[in-house]
């Protein structure tokens, strides 16, 4: 079984930059595209961006399109998601979870990870 760590959250101002890692452990990414969710306080857990294995395509919601970007580093068995220009909106805890296909769609994805919480002040 798959052991996701995310890292990388923390307290930053409105208009600052944060990079999450997620990390795996117990066995790799490999053939699988992966997720990032974000649940903020009261909310139902929310699709973020997707990246497929290879890279290639990409998938975001459009409320950090042009602001977040993902990525993978397929050796390191890590994937990242880049968030600049950050809103106190864009505060949540953020998962990352594997998935076959690269899908927007939370019930496609299992393995998740703890989270980390990154907190945007306005």
């Known amino acids: 079984q798959v052991q996701l760590v995310e890292s990388g959250g923390g307290l930053v101002q409105a208009g600052g930059s944060l990079r999450l890692s997620c990390a795996a452990s117990?066995?790799?990414?490999?053939?699988?595209?992966m997720g990032w969710f974000r649940q903020a306080p009261g909310k139902e857990r929310e699709f973020v961006a997707a990246?497929?294995?290879?890279?290639?395509?990409?998938a975001y919601t459009d409320s950090v399109k042009g602001r977040f970007t993902i990525s993978r580093d397929i050796p390191k068995n890590t994937v990242y998601l880049q968030m600049n220009s950050l809103e106190p909106e864009d505060t949540a805890v953020y998962y990352c979870?594997?998935?076959?296909?690269?899908?927007?769609?939370?019930?496609?994805?299992?393995?998740w990870g703890q989270g980390t919480q990154v907190t945007v002040s306005s």
């Open positions: 990246i497929s294995w290879t890279g290639v395509n990409t």
């Open positions: 117990g066995r790799t990414f490999s053939g699988y595209s």
């Open positions: 979870a594997p998935v076959t296909t690269i899908s927007s769609r939370q019930a496609r994805y299992n393995d």
